[in-house]
């Protein structure tokens, strides 16, 4: 018989428990992030947080972006395109200082699938939108706000459902593959194309209180 969601990363995608722990309530400037250790194939869900100040002065250096960040390493491009979209989303044309941090370790951000997570971030603290606490995210994005297909998709929606979200938005792209997943799913899951479509899906949508996802 097909394996559910929790089977799935208990035999063969184990996550980390000390970092999926999912946030009842999430703060401005955060979003959750989907993604999979490359070292060992687990999933694991953590959070993006950002905090920005506004550049005045000698700061300001044309569309300079300068980023501060907590752990070894990011994918500057993405976090870059997150901000310059959501400064178009939110229409705002200053300049900032990021402040980035995200809750695991280093080894986990080095990709580009945060992408539709960071600009929600971004989106969040520049207009104050509250971003539903049961809704999880993943998707590449490019400045003319696409989204992408990602890799780890069975990995990262079976880690979805098991952290207990009731929705998940993925990439049109990734349609054909999730269709093919071989173990049940609780979790309801939604296709986008663009950053419209995300944003779309949000400003509809009315957070479920009550009975979890988790199988």
């Not at 104050?128 to 989204?147: C, K, Q, R």
Request: glycine fraction near 8%; include cysteine; aromatic fraction near 10%.
């Amino acid at each position: 018989s097909p394996f559910t969601a929790v089977e799935l990363l208990s035999r063969h995608a184990k996550f980390r428990d000390n970092t999926t722990q999912r946030w009842e309530k999430i703060p401005k400037g955060t979003a959750p992030v989907l993604a999979v250790y490359p070292s060992t194939g687990e999933g694991v869900l953590f959070y993006t947080q950002v905090y920005l100040t506004e550049m005045k002065g000698k700061q300001q250096r044309g569309d300079d972006i300068n980023i501060l960040y907590e752990g070894d390493q990011i994918d500057r491009k993405s976090v870059i395109t997150a901000l310059l979209l959501a400064k178009r989303y939110a229409n705002i044309e200053k300049n900032f200082i990021v402040h980035l941090r995200n809750t695991c370790p280093a080894e986990v951000v080095s990709g580009t699938s945060a992408g539709v997570s960071q600009f929600l971030a971004f989106y969040s603290y520049l207009t104050g939108f509250t971003l539903p606490s049961d809704v999880a995210y993943t998707g590449e994005i490019d400045l003319l706000g696409n989204v992408g297909a990602v890799g780890g998709i069975d990995v990262k929606v079976a880690t979805a459902e098991a952290c207990g979200f009731k929705h998940i938005l993925l990439p049109e792209g990734n349609r054909t593959e999730v269709e093919m997943l071989d173990f049940p799913l609780s979790i309801k899951i939604h296709y986008v194309s663009t950053l419209d479509d995300v944003l779309s899906f949000l400003e509809n949508y009315t957070e479920e209180v009550g009975d979890n996802c988790q199988t």
